[in-house]
């Protein structure tokens, strides 16, 4: 017997030498199988790459920060029940994100630990293969009023904000923070944060929660509804939502901001780790 492969003969002996044994009457499924987890090998490799690519794309303050669930220390807080409840509901939310459609607000003071709960989900994320990225709201206002001076930021503003509408989870850092002090915010006459940033955050809000034009006309000419948010956004913030609809209006919070209380993390009564650091 020979096998016909693209049009040559191969010498069942080759197989025989390398150990197969051709009349059994399990090869085909064998070979099914073990094509199978080529193929399964080949897709992981390819999120893995997708979502490194993406991730180097974030845009930081200053610098990458590194943070996973293993270096959450409730017992060297104040509050340690709390900053377990903290971790744990972290943890779950990451959990339910990996096939979800949901989004997280992280809300407290300065210096409790939002982002580095937040880096901890997303890293969770990122290792389950979702493309995640990172934006420090600050350092994105910065390149908003940059771009006009400089062609350089002006293209990586785009580049940026195209992974912000399509990336499967956005972690947007320190959301409000550019928008003055809560006196100022609250305080009569102010119209909010900086209008080109107002319109980028509504686009892209837009985009993450009904999806972009393209996945929307794939899913009407395929018959599907489309789940929303369509894609996650985990938000970090010093604000409160109010204060946070001043700063950047209405329509681009209730895209952004969850008001399902299972999906807020309230780092209340918390006490700043920097100060205790020494940082
Ligand atoms: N439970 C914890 N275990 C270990 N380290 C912690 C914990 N909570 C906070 N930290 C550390 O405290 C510092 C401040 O935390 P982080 O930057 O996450 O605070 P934040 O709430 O995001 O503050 P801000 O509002 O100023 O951005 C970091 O160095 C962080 O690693
Ligand atoms: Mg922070």
Known sequence: MTFKRVGFDIDP??????GVNIHDPKLKELKEQRDKQMHNK???????????????????????????LNEWKP??????????????????????????HLNV??????????????????NMLREAGKTALFVSTIALSELVSEQYEYSDRK??????TRAMKTCDVLLLDDLGA????????????????????????????NNRY??????????????????????QTIITTNNLTDELIRIYGERT?????????????????????RIKEGI
């Open 178 to 205: 550019d928008g003055g002090s809560t006196e100022k915010v609250m305080g009569y006459g102010y119209t909010g944060t900086r209008k080109d940033l107002q319109a980028l955050l509504f686009d892209v809000a």
């Open 210 to 231: 009904e999806g972009t034009e393209k996945e929307r006309k794939a899913a009407d000419k395929n018959h599907i509804k489309l789940i929303k948010p369509v894609h």
């Open 42 to 68: 080949f897709n992981r490799d390819l999120e893995q790459k997708r979502s490194s690519t993406v991730w180097s794309k974030s845009l930081w303050a200053s610098g990458e920060i590194k943070f996973t």
């Open 105 to 122: 607000i992280m809300s407290g003071d300065a210096g409790v630990g939002k982002t580095s709960l937040a880096l901890a989900m997303v």
């Open 253 to 273: 919070v209730s895209r952004l901001v969850t008001r399902d209380p299972n999906h807020r993390l309230a780092f209340n009564d918390m006490e700043d780790m």
């Open 155 to 160: 293209m990586r503003l785009k580049e940026l």
């Open 13 to 18: 002996k080759l197989f025989e030498r390398a």
């Open 75 to 100: 017992e060297e807080r104040s509050n340690p029940v709390k900053a377990k409840n903290l971790g744990n509901k972290a943890f779950k939310l990451a959990k339910e994100m990996v096939n979800g």
